[in-house]
């Protein structure tokens, strides 16, 4: 007997809505692991919005003489993993997880926090605890590279002379970590005639740093307490710092399988 909610493979309508036959029923499942069937370099199968398709429930069971040339059914637990095995090769998903907490309390009274010129009492004082480490999620830590601007050198000459003019700059990432994996440097010349003839030749330097990050953060969050003792109010500050690592997987189609045919089951009842 033909599930009253099939399992399908469907697009969107020519004009980009929501086909009508899908399932409405609470735990069905619609808008799953979309991919663009079309084929890069060729004239498209498929024209937007319909270059997308999706695996959803419909609402059924599907008419014996055929579906629309858009929908396409998956009857078993078999067919359903060859599918998405099929579609999700080079996918991967990523998670996150806390590997490290530290914390730094500041306490002080309200004069120490916001002292006046003239203040001349004790200052704040701050305490801080060693992070306390916790291994990262399954996986591989996620690895970025990068290009940083370092160095600028303008080199002006004149007949007058050369001048030289120096430029520096810090690199600044998001990451608790950098490996510099190499420099580079691209020369520009630029030469201009000024009044009188005069001929100025710019050249300018530009040094680029490669780096690489462990895709390894660390932010923090702040609670502050008051308390008032014979008219004397002491401020503290508790800072938690929180070390992020971020890891990357491949994606596993036997679970989004069993996922899928499981709310499949409930639904139909079997």
Same mark, same amino acid.
């Given at each position: 007997?033909? /599930?009253?909610?099939?399992? @399908? *493979? ?14 409405? =029923? ?9 991919? +663009? ?5 060729? @004239?498209?199968? =498929? ?15 599907? %008419? ?13 637990? /078999? ?14 998903? %990523? ?10 309390? *500041?306490?002080?009274?309200?004069? /120490?926090? +916001? ?10 004082? #701050? #305490? ?13 830590? @996620?690895? =970025? ?13 004149? &007949?007058?002379?050369?001048?030289? &003019?120096?430029?520096?700059? %810090?690199?600044? =990432?998001?990451?608790? +970590? ?17 009044? %009188? ?7 300018? #330097? ?29 401020? !503290? ?20 399988? +069993?996922?899928?045919? !499981? ?8």
């Amino acid at each position: 007997m033909a /599930a009253q909610h099939p399992i @399908i *493979t469907y697009r969107l309508t020519r004009d980009g809505r929501i086909p009508p036959f899908l399932c409405q =029923h609470e735990g069905a499942f619609a808008g799953m692991y979309g991919v +663009n069937t079309n084929k890069e370099g060729y @004239i498209p199968a =498929h024209l937007p919005p319909q270059e997308t398709k999706y695996l959803g429930m419909g609402c059924g069971p599907v %008419d014996p003489d055929g579906c629309p040339s858009c929908v396409e059914v998956i009857e078993t637990k /078999a067919e359903l993993e060859t599918y998405i095995t099929g579609i999700s090769t080079t996918w991967t998903v %990523d998670s996150e997880g806390v590997t490290g907490i530290r914390t730094e309390t *500041t306490t002080g009274t309200l004069e /120490a926090w +916001n002292p006046s010129e003239d203040y001349t009492g004790p200052g704040l004082t #701050t #305490t801080t605890t060693d992070k306390v480490t916790s291994a990262a999620p399954s996986g591989t830590v @996620i690895e =970025h590279t990068a290009e940083y601007v370092t160095k600028i050198v303008v080199e002006t000459a004149t &007949s007058s002379g050369v001048t030289t &003019s120096t430029q520096e700059f %810090d690199i600044v =990432h998001p990451y608790t +970590n950098i490996t510099v994996t190499g420099t580079s440097e691209t020369v520009g010349v630029v030469t201009t005639t000024g009044p %009188d003839d005069q001929e100025a030749s710019v050249t300018t #330097t530009t040094t680029t740093t490669s780096a690489t990050h462990k895709d390894v953060t660390e932010g923090y969050s702040d609670s502050v307490t008051t308390t008032d003792v014979d008219g004397v109010v002491t401020k !503290t500050r508790t800072r938690t710092y929180s070390e992020v690592t971020k890891v990357r997987n491949p994606f596993d189609p036997v679970a989004a399988t +069993n996922e899928l045919w !499981t709310k499949y089951e409930i639904v139909n009842g079997l």
